[in-house]
């Protein structure tokens, strides 16, 4: 019998464009939440197999949800859903995940087979406690498969990175690192010199920055 699925995600045309294409697709979707009460009593009520999440579902995130939701039931598979190449960039570091999450990127998810392969790969990695995985567009394991420029980054200059783009001052980012504002601001050329920016008299170099953050998160590539 197919692995018993839970839908959740805060987009209602994502939601349900993806849950009909899956089921389509033969997969047994047997539930779909917009919000965390919905997800959880629906999650109690019909304790799924396996739970697709967003990552950046509502305000909290896809991943504490994931965490709550595999305190109720242990065996349950995780599959997480994001834009985001790199999730350091939304604050998270992939050790922190539940073990056996498996990860699909968005951009991926046009081809269903991924996301079909990445349900029950999340029971094989939780029953043989792997740690988390990367599904790439082929349905394959790659821990590693999205390798982009930002892979290149140190956990400090993603974490400045984050930084800037919510808009803090160098200073302080500083107070909050724990460091001066000089060496803040030789972190911000180091990231602007490994995107190819630089500044003019046209264009904040702040700006600049920004506008990749949020391209890279998810935002419209043009």
């Known amino acids: 019998?197919?692995?018993?699925?839970?839908?959740?995600?805060?987009?209602?045309?994502?939601?349900?464009?993806?849950?009909?294409?899956?089921?389509?697709?033969?997969v047994n979707v047997v539930g779909e939440a917009h919000d965390d009460a919905t997800a959880e009593n629906i999650f109690k009520k019909?304790?799924?197999?396996?739970?697709?999440?967003?990552?950046?579902?509502?305000?909290?995130?896809?991943?504490?949800?994931?965490?709550?939701l595999r305190k109720i039931s242990p065996e349950v598979g995780i599959v997480l859903i994001t834009a985001c190449p790199d999730l350091r960039l939304l604050g998270l570091k992939e050790k922190d995940l539940p073990t056996g999450t498996q990860i699909v990127l968005k951009r991926s998810v046009g081809d269903l087979d991924v996301i079909c392969d990445a349900i029950p790969e999340s029971l094989k990695a939780l029953k043989g406690k792997k740690l988390v995985s990367w599904m790439n567009d082929h349905g394959s394991i790659h821990p590693h498969a999205f390798t982009s420029i930002l892979h290149k980054f140190t956990d400090i200059q993603i974490e400045t990175l984050r930084l800037v783009a919510i808009g803090m001052s160098n200073a302080e980012i500083g107070r909050t690192r724990f460091v001066s504002e000089k060496s803040v601001e030789q972190i911000v050329a180091r990231i602007a010199q490994h995107l190819g920016l630089a500044a003019d008299r046209k264009q904040n170099l702040r700006v600049l920055i920004t506008g990749e953050y949020f391209k890279w998160i998810g935002a419209p590539r043009h």
């Open 46 to 68: 019909l304790l799924p197999d396996v739970v697709v999440i967003d990552v950046q579902f509502n305000s909290q995130g896809g991943v504490p949800l994931a965490k709550s």
């Open 1 to 26: 019998m197919p692995s018993r699925v839970l839908l959740i995600n805060d987009d209602a045309f994502e939601l349900v464009t993806l849950a009909g294409s899956m089921r389509l697709h033969g």
